[in-house]
């Protein structure tokens, strides 16, 4: 009985929420349709979503900002990439998995938010690459306008490490065949620790490639200690000045940190060590301390 | 004198959940069982420290959904509901137990300790538990931290940098409202780190974060003194990285402490095992059983036969791991000492709710731990980063690279099959925001209200917790509804303000659901607001 009660003051919240929300959207309705169709139908489709100029113009502007954006990160991270090789191939420390604490309570389904079909489109031609892990990236990517569907759609990962791309030639590249209509991709890159772009585009069977989109420039972490030794220090003097004062309390905006004396970034100091030169720990070493096993272990060894 | 330090850090954090529109809304029960299981023993163990006149350091990460669930009015008073039924149950319990010695203790003592958990929550604090974490910091004794606005898994918003910005501004804003003071460091959700986000914490006076150990392990220099002391990156923030060792021993489920079989079983819960007329008042009003806290089992063994609890023996155990962590700690620092020029510091992190919801001797342990360190040995202190930094100024500078704390230590648990759908969603209407923001520099009125609306409705989305659930593969149903149900807010609310045409009652209707930040300002996501030299970098 309760539970007819229940399903009843369901359908009615759905009836209501739906109204809410789904009429005020139905001059989207056309757009949000599209994605829900099959490949065929995407493509007919095409054409009449980039009818407007002003997407089209939208569209290189955001291109421009990206690479743009590219070349600015690499330039930061210039330094970062050399000797890649001789970082490969090493034991890593392993990487030790955690639960964090959700699923330690109770569980239960939840009847009362609506569980909506979402059709999200940027009306742009567009792929977005995360980075998963070293080796691992996911890609989701949305075609509005196709020029030429002659061919075989790939994804052209380039290697661009240390490259000003695409004003310099990638380092490398390799290209991955592809389904468009799979709209998400996960995608293995070679190496760690490098600068990868990922250009999706049709391969004419003349050879010839044709862009439809470059994706975020991204950078694959390591997953080794970097070779470089050489530590520079900084020092910031007076920043916990603020901190625990004799009675205890705080003493909010008294640091310097983006006041008048700055952070002293650019304070770098060289080492008072000497570098790793004077290091007791030697060339190529850094702190790590023995595994001290529990005596508890041995009881409960068999968990 | 101590010949090194340990740092424990307690990041505090459920995602917001809160359902004006319904009573008895299980999800809810997060916040209600973590305060009871959680936050208030914690708060008991400090109190009883500072009676004590025990010396100590801890760090306690207050996230900001968490700290606006802990101070709002609905959800405190819901709480005492909650409580009271509880206590109702525990009563009864005392009651049916009086003929079996091998439960009654432990009923005497769930009754006693929820009431005090009333007492404590209700009158000590007055319903703002809040109120507790700002006296332990006053007195010296807690430093108390932030963490990012809705706990966004920040990587993968590194490509909206307004975006992440908003995340890290709007919990300095909330932190500062409720604690007087900017926070001293922010735990990154999920320790996760994307190189260059550290100019964000720098902006907003922030101190210092923390990585995964090989987040630190692996930055571009390599760290001369490993994780065992902090690292500056080039925006002067400091980064702890965390220390595998002491993770392991508490965190492992081979080799952990809370695996002990002395320690109380966790999925024995009476709200299972008993008479289904008799507890049906206090589980689900759907008829749903759950968790009601009242658990009278050991973990006994690998098998399902289970004995019966018993508080002293666990007590007992509680003290042998502490020493057994002390001792740990204490090798680990006489070793690193011989190789330092310095005091090494031991970060440990842990999820607060680990302690006393599901490791229930936890808070025993914890409160061990900080009374034997104080008293029965000095190779270690506890310190905070803050302390640590004061005493050690100059520090190596690198940058830290992509990490996490998750499985495999990048961003697989967050991006994976059940969750990958969600980014374009996300990012969608991440990049919407921005423009929008960007296209309206000074809304006023009813637009103003609605563009702030659709931050609010962003940010929830944004929230790791739902992909993490997703991952886990329980409740996924309630996360994928809450990223579903925020994006068609979002665009609802994005339609509508293009057209100038916004419905007040559902604006009114949302306003009051999804009520986090409430003085927010959707200007927060102007491209402008990222400095001139960041913005050089997009343009």
Redesign the interface.
């Known amino acids: 009985m ?2 007819l009660i ?1 399903s009843f003051l369901v359908a009615i919240l759905g009836i209501i929420l739906y109204h ?2 789904w009429e ?2 139905g ?2 309705s056309t757009q949000e349709a599209k994605e829900t169709l099959n490949e065929e139908e995407i493509f007919q489709e095409m054409p009449q979503q980039t009818k407007t100029k002003s997407n089209l113009k939208f569209n290189t502007k955001r291109k421009n ?1 990206e690479f ?2 590219g070349n ?2 690499l330039a ?2 210039w ?2 990439a050399e000797d890649l090789s001789t970082n490969l191939n090493r034991n ?2 392993a ?16 009847p ?5 079909d ?1 059709n ?3 009306n742009q031609n567009r792929v ?1 690459a ?5 080796y ?1 990236v ?1 890609l ?1 990517w ?1 075609i509005n306008q196709l020029f030429e569907v002659d061919g075989q759609p790939i994804l052209k990962v380039l290697d661009i490490t240390n490259k000003n791309y695409p004003h310099c030639d990638a380092n490398s590249f390799f290209t991955v065949d592809i389904n468009l209509e799979a709209t ?1 991709w996960y995608l293995k890159v070679p190496s760690a620790n490098c600068q990868y772009t990922v250009e999706l585009g049709i391969q004419k069977p003349s050879g010839e490639f044709n862009l439809i989109a470059r994706s ?1 420039y991204f ?1 694959t ?17 007076g ?3 603020r ?2 004062q004799a009675d ?3 003493n ?2 008294s ?1 310097p ?2 006041g008048e004396q700055g ?3 650019g304070e ?2 060289s080492s ?2 000497g570098g ?1 030169v004077s ?3 030697g060339v ?1 070493e ?12 041995d009881k ?1 060894e ?2 | 004198m101590e010949k090194g330090y340990l740092s424990l850090v307690l990041h505090a ?3 917001y959940v809160r ?1 004006p ?2 009573e008895d ?3 809810e ?2 916040l209600y ?2 305060i009871t299981e959680t936050y208030i023993p914690l708060i008991n163990v400090f109190d009883g420290l500072l009676e004590d006149g025990v010396d100590f350091n801890l760090t306690l990460s207050v996230s900001p959904p968490l700290l606006s669930m802990l101070t709002d009015p609905l959800l405190q008073e819901r709480y005492l509901r909650h409580i009271n039924n509880l206590i109702e149950l525990a009563d009864k319990e005392v009651e049916r137990t009086k003929t079996q010695p091998e439960y009654h203790q432990m009923a005497q003592q769930y009754a006693y300790l929820f009431k005090e958990a009333r007492y404590v929550f209700e009158e000590k604090y007055d319903r703002n538990l809040v109120n507790a974490f700002k006296k332990f ?4 004794y807690l430093e108390v931290i932030t963490s990012s606005a809705t706990h966004a898994f920040l ?2 918003f590194d ?1 909206y940098p307004e975006a992440v910005n908003a995340q890290v501004e709007l919990a300095s804003t909330l932190y500062k409202k409720y604690f ?3 926070p ?1 460091g922010m735990w990154l959700p ?1 320790c996760a780190y994307q ?2 986000q550290d100019r964000f914490l ?2 907003h ?1 922030i ?1 210092y974060f923390f990585t ?3 987040g630190v ?10 994780v ?1 002391a902090p690292i ?1 990156t ?3 923030v400091a980064a702890f990285g965390r220390d ?2 002491s ?3 508490v ?5 952990g ?1 809370p ?3 002395d320690y109380r079983e ?1 999925y024995r819960d009476i709200g299972y095992d008993l008479d289904y007329d008799y507890v049906e008042p206090y589980i ?1 009003q ?3 059983r ?2 009601t806290g009242i658990k009278y089992y050991r973990i006994t063994g ?1 098998t399902d036969y289970k004995e019966p609890y018993n508080p002293d023996w666990a007590t007992h155990k509680a003290g ?2 502490a020493d ?1 962590f002390i001792s ?1 700690r204490q ?2 620092i006489s ?2 000492t011989k ?3 310095r005091k ?1 510091i031991v970060t440990a992190p842990y ?4 302690f006393g ?2 490791w229930y001797e936890g808070i025993q342990w914890l409160d061990f731990l900080i009374r034997k360190i104080a008293y029965d040995q000095d190779t270690i202190s506890l310190i905070t980063p ?2 640590y ?2 005493e050690y ?7 830290p ?3 996490s ?8 648990v967050w ?2 099959g059940s969750n ?2 969600t ?3 996300l ?3 991440t ?1 919407k925001m921005v423009e929008i923001a960007n296209d309206y520099p000074d809304a006023t009125g009813l637009k103003y209200e609605a563009l702030n609306q659709l931050a609010r409705e962003l940010l929830l989305a944004q929230s790791s ?1 739902w992909p ?2 997703m991952k ?1 593969g ?2 996924v ?2 996360a ?3 990223v ?2 925020h ?3 979002f ?2 609310l994005y ?2 303000i293009k ?1 100038d045409n916004i ?1 007040l009652n ?1 604006l009114r ?1 949302i306003q009051s659901y999804d009520n986090i930040f409430p003085d927010i300002d959707y200007r927060i996501y102007r491209s402008d607001n990222i400095s001139s030299k960041l913005q ?4």
């Open positions: 309760t539970f229940y809410f929300f005020p959207e001059k989207s900002k743009k954006e600015n990160k930061v991270d330094e970062v890593t420390p990487i030790e998995s955690i639960t964090p604490n959700m699923e330690f309570f109770s569980t239960h389904d939840y009362e938010l609506a569980d909506y979402l999200t489109n940027f977005t995360l980075v998963r892990d070293s691992w996911y989701y949305e998400n975020n950078r972490p390591r997953d080794q200690p970097s070779d470089k030794y050489d530590p520079e220090w900084m020092t910031i003097d920043i916990f000045q901190s625990y205890g309390t705080f909010a905006g640091s940190l983006g952070l002293g970034v770098y100091i008072p060590l790793y290091s007791p720990l190529g850094y702190v790590s301390s023995p595994y001290i096993s529990s005596p508890m272990n409960n068999d968990w | 954090h459920l995602p359902h529109e319904k809304i299980m999800e029960e997060w069982e973590a910091q006053y007195e010296g990587p993968f490509i007087g003071t900017n001293a999920e190189p260059g720098a902006k006076d101190k995964d150990a090989h392990l692996h930055a571009d220099t390599r760290p001369k003194y490993g065992f500056y080039p925006n002067g595998l060792e993770s392991k021993q965190w492992s489920a081979k080799e402490y695996g002990d079989y966790f689900h759907s008829g749903i759950k968790h690998e042998l791991h057994d740990n090798k680990q070793y690193l190789h330092m020029d090494p999820d607060a709710e680990l919801h599901w803050s302390q930094l004061n100024k100059t520090n190596q500078v690198t940058t690279s992509y990490s704390w998750g499985h495999k230590g990048y961003g697989e991006l994976e990958d759908w980014y374009r969603h990012h969608w209407a990049e917790d993490f659930i886990t329980t409740m149903e309630y994928v509804k809450r579903k149900t994006i068609t807010r665009k609802s339609q509508e057209d419905n559902m209707k050089r970098e997009l343009i």
